[in-house]
């Protein structure tokens, strides 16, 4: 799992909503929403337009006069990442399969929450 978080100067309702747009704009879906949470899931294993990994991730948001902080976390789905572990561990006697777990596993899913948060 991935986490970090990021600080904005908006109101906590300024930011929910640019979230909830962002969110929408990189075909996110949200599954759970509560007051300072935003539970979302991102992807098909098959996607059309480009290859990528499903994700979950979830947005917890604290509020703080005009600023809002928000603490991420984002993960490739549970069955993918196992199923990519292992392959990398079974491949290890080569340099690829590793170094291409790493960046499916932890480069991309930090990207995409950082391109989400980029726009916020």
Avoid at 48 to 65: C, I, N, R, Y
Avoid at 90 to 113: D, E, N, Q, S
Wanted: hydrophobic share 45%; aromatic share 12%; glycine share 4%.
């Amino acid at each position: 799992m991935i986490s970090g978080t990021k600080t904005v100067n908006k109101s906590l309702s300024e930011t929910i909503e640019k979230l909830k747009t962002m969110l929408a704009s990189a075909n996110c879906e949200i599954t759970e929403q509560n007051k300072n949470t935003i539970k979302f899931k991102h992807g098909t294993f098959f996607t059309q337009t480009s290859f990528m990994f499903p994700k979950v991730g979830v947005l917890k948001l604290e509020a703080d006069l005009n600023k809002t902080k928000i603490n991420y976390e984002i993960e490739i789905n549970k069955f993918l990442k196992i199923w990519i572990t292992l392959f990398a561990i079974i491949g290890c006697i080569f340099i690829f399969p590793p170094i291409a777990a790493y960046f499916v596993l932890v480069k991309h899913p930090r990207k995409f929450i950082e391109n989400i948060l980029y726009g916020v």
